[in-house]
């Protein structure tokens, strides 16, 4: 799985990280049970800080993603809280994007097949 | 020594020149990933900006040739009129010119490339970085088994010659005791840690991400550290095959030739190492340019297609993107402690040159003082004593001694400092060896071996001293 990190982005780096996982995670690139990266390797090979992608690592911990412990380091949860719930920022963020996409022109036939392509586990640029 | 000098210098710095110029200048740009340090974008291929950027790169292709060529000829002038004083400083400096010129149409080429970016509107509108997060911290080459033993051997020789210098091991040559050996070894073994220690931080580098399949960016990677991790091996072999071969060869008959020898064979096997991983590298390259999907645009963080600075990654070392190995960020605060300390050295050598060029062109002078005879040369006086000479005498043929440098100076015209000169290692020389003539001076202590600035005046001071002594 490839990492994308915008640097001028005003999305905090930590926060594109987590994005990113739970994007892996959701198609499928990240395998329940599936061991991830220890915090020192991640950083060293993106170059940030190791409490930027602990601060990551800490929060999938948290929203039910990801486990940790001492012995096995981090890994996928093999089975993730399925609360068939959107949250309320996501509505709000899915809002956004719609009303932006209604505005530009975008036909909604055309965004309904982009939402199938992510759900289906597809990934574009 | 001159001609064995500008011989070893330019077997040291020619090689050098033609890597540059065949690693900075492809024949070919279409097949590079960079072109000067810019990446390679497809819309360079396009009509008639690729005629364009070919311009460009012959041009500067050219420009280096002729830096190249020029260079050659300097070094085969600069050898056949070898009897010019301040040869050291010459020497030095060319090898300082030839290899910054040979960069400079690079640094112009980065210029204009960077130019044509902009142009085209093909700025970075976002910074986007790309890691492989399988990859992450799992692509190692190096391995302990291959690093260990080049290094173990280095440190028995080490040991070894500790051993002679302290006479727990026997021998009958005069260097023996003076610990030449021991420090020329512990030098050499620095050397090796400090090439194993590279080949850790190079092993450890950021996996490049040219595909969005992570299985060919560990096949990428894996292959490229693999390619510089047996080249790491192969160096530390080689260079501790040198040092053992040095060490046998200083105990058991040392020569000019020998050393020449030695240093040539070394140089030779180094730059066919080199080319051989250049050679590997580019296949590598070009049997993975197919695969590639995912480009990361970070021209903008590379000063002249050649320093890295990028404050917002927080790595020290990263990928050459010309040459071989690695280099630092000078954005970290490490880097920059690094550079500091690389403009230092420089600095250095400028002054150590500024230092051998007056050293090279000051004559040494003899003259007598208070009954002591005094050896000025620059701010060093050797001050003998009359009374503590045991016996003098004026030898005519300078060329039946042999002389072995410990520590001083060693130069065509000057000869200076602790010396072993027919196996006797307690003696400081002071004399021209172009003059002929030297005054031979035995006290307690030490065997001095003298000259002025002329023959002349060394037999002058020769008379002028024998008197004094019983």
């Not at chain 2, 230092?355 to 009954?371: H, N, V």
């Not at chain 2, 001076?441 to 001071?461: K, M, P, R």
Request: aromatic letters at 10%.
């Amino acid at each position: 799985m490839i990492i994308r990190i915008d640097e001028l982005s005003d999305v905090p780096i930590y926060l594109q990280l987590r994005n990113q996982i739970v994007m892996g995670i959701s198609s499928g690139e990240l395998k329940s049970g599936e061991k991830l990266p220890t915090v020192r390797d991640l950083a060293l090979e993106m170059g940030i800080n190791t409490m930027t992608v602990s601060k990551a690592y800490q929060l999938l911990k948290t929203e039910g993603y990801i486990m940790t412990d001492r012995k096995n380091g981090a890994r996928v949860r093999t089975e993730i809280k399925k609360e068939a719930y959107i949250s309320d920022a996501n509505k709000t963020e899915l809002k956004r994007i719609v009303s932006e996409a209604r505005i530009s022109g975008v036909d909604k036939q055309e965004l309904l097949s982009l939402v199938e392509t992510f759900w289906e586990g597809g990934r574009t640029e | 020594m001159g001609i064995l000098f500008s011989i070893i210098i330019c077997v040291c710095i020619l090689p050098v020149l033609f890597i540059m110029f065949f690693m900075l200048y492809p024949k070919s740009w279409k097949k590079s990933k960079l072109i000067f340090g810019v990446t390679a974008r497809k819309e360079y291929a396009e009509g008639q900006t690729s005629e364009i950027v070919s311009n460009i790169c012959l041009k500067r292709r050219g420009q280096a040739l002729k830096i190249l060529i020029g260079s050659l000829i300097i070094a085969v002038v600069l050898i056949l009129f070898r009897n010019f004083i301040l040869q050291t400083t010459v020497w030095m400096i060319y090898a300082l010119i030839s290899t910054t010129a040979m960069g400079l149409p690079f640094i112009l080429g980065n210029k204009e490339m960077k130019s044509l970016k902009k142009s085209l509107g093909l700025e970075a509108g976002q910074k986007i970085t790309y890691t492989d997060f399988n990859n992450a911290g799992a692509v190692h080459t190096l391995k302990l088994s291959k690093i260990l033993p080049p290094n173990i051997t280095g440190l028995l020789i080490v040991i070894i010659a500790l051993l002679m210098d302290l006479k727990i091991i026997p021998i009958s040559t005069g260097i023996a005791g003076k610990f030449i050996c021991t420090g020329i070894s512990v030098i050499f073994l620095l050397t090796e840690f400090l090439i194993t220690a590279a080949a850790y931080i190079m092993d450890s580098l950021k996996n490049e991400v040219i595909s969005s399949d992570s299985a060919v960016n560990a096949n990428y990677n894996r292959a490229k550290k693999k390619n510089l991790s047996d080249f790491t091996v192969i160096f530390l072999w080689v260079h501790v095959i040198f040092l053992g071969g040095l060490f046998v060869t200083s105990l058991l008959y040392y020569s000019e030739i020998g050393l020449l020898i030695s240093v040539f064979a070394y140089l030779i096997i180094l730059m066919a190492g080199i080319l051989i991983f250049i050679k590997r590298d580019r296949k590598i390259e070009s049997r993975y340019s197919k695969e590639i999907t995912v480009s990361e645009d970070e021209d903008d963080y590379w000063i002249f297609g050649l320093i890295y600075y990028n404050p917002n990654n927080k790595r020290l070392n990263v990928k050459k993107r010309v040459g071989v190995g690695g280099t630092v960020n000078l954005a970290h605060p490490f880097g920059k402690v690094i550079y500091a300390f690389i403009v230092l050295m420089m600095l250095y050598v400028f002054g150590s040159m500024i230092y051998l060029g007056m050293a090279e062109a000051t004559p040494l002078k003899l003259r007598i003082s208070e009954d002591t005879l005094v050896c000025h040369h620059l701010s060093d006086d050797y001050v003998i004593d009359f009374d503590s000479i045991n016996s003098i005498s004026l030898g005519e043929d300078v060329d039946s001694l042999k002389f072995y440098k410990i520590s001083g100076f060693g130069m065509d015209n000057i000869l200076k400092g602790i010396y072993s000169v027919d196996d006797n290692a307690d003696c400081k020389v002071f004399l021209n060896p172009q003059n002929g003539n030297y005054i031979k001076i035995e006290t307690d202590e030490l065997t001095y071996y003298v000259g002025s600035e002329t023959a002349e005046e060394t037999s002058e001071i020769f008379s002028a001293i024998r008197p004094y002594i019983n």
